[in-house]
């Protein structure tokens, strides 16, 4: 297989792309992170100071939430490819992003001696978390969404030695805040641990792997781990992404492939009816499969031949219609005199009487 270009005499601007971004940073984010970032490096290429840039009109372009603009940047100046220049007495989310030189960072992390934090000595380029970078990430609302998350998992409050731990591995290891949320549910619900030293022990054998992020993990869960892989599929497609399910909810899922035996296309196609309500839950899909277990249906192909709505009601009597002439009561069934007798006889009859 090969690619090439097509040659064309019509110029419409083109934008490049570095190579280390498709390489090495597009592959840990979502489609959505990408997007903005691509969208937001062409408006900085561009330099056109007529346009009016915001994050707002960045998401009416995307046709995005607002929400995953912000997200995206975080992300990004996480990753260390952007800064975020906030204004002095602008809105917190009205800030000026700066698209840092990546060859240049290439050469920063791979060719220069870096410090550990805390150290005036030169040493492996392993990032130690300090106290005031926690205090500063506790500001990101990815991170503080991770460590939220987290608290849920472990049943308490991570304490802040454990914060700084996990910091370290979003940089150390280059793993994604999903990914370690998951790392966590991974040994808390299936092997029962909370050790944080296990945890890492996950997180480092995950990277030695490639996974990085939340398609490598969700990859890998497919082929080593059904039911973990089960779960993190419906939540997602629930719109649950950073949230992993509860012990009720686990329960009720296991139920369906268990003891229902559903395939997961068919829990997925269940999944599609959220549409129909402003509350998707783990209930409300247990619900619609509860009742294709009682009509027998087993693959997708019968969802539409015995899931049908039902027909309105008819009446027992079609016979009882107003005006209709179908209409008999029981002096119906009395046989009538008149029945003996031809049209002619009884013209006859009628003229003697009247004479």
Known sequence: ?????????????????????INDFMPMANGTYVKVYLLGYKFAKDKDENLCLSNESISRHLNIPLSDVLKAWDFWEQKGIILKHKKEDGDEYDYKVEFLNLKQLYIKNNFMPKTSSGSGQSSNTIYTCSPEDLVEANKIPSIQEMFLSIDYIVRRPLVPNEKRKILEWLYNYNMSPEVIVKAFFHAVEKRGIRKINYIEGIIRNWYDMGIVNSEALENHLKMQDEKFYSYDRIMRSLGFNNRTPSEAEMKVIDKWFDEWKFTMEVVLKACENTKKTANPSVNYIDGI??????????????IAEKDKPK?????????????????????????????????????????????
Do not use: C
Not at 289 to 302: A, C, D, P, Q
Not at 326 to 346: A, D, G, M, V
């Open 311 to 355: 027909a309105p009601a008819q009446k027992k009597d079609k016979n009882i219609q107003a005006g209709g002439n179908n209409f008999k009561t029981r002096f119906h069934t009395i046989e009538q005199r008149t029945s003996k007798y031809t049209p002619e006889e009884l013209e006859e009859i009628a003229r003697k009487r009247r004479g």
């Open 289 to 302: 499969l509860s009742s294709w277990h009682e009509k027998g249906i087993n693959t997708v192909e019968e």
């Open 1 to 21: 297989m090969s690619f090439f270009l097509e040659i064309t005499n019509l110029d419409l601007g083109d934008t490049p792309v570095e190579n280390i971004f």
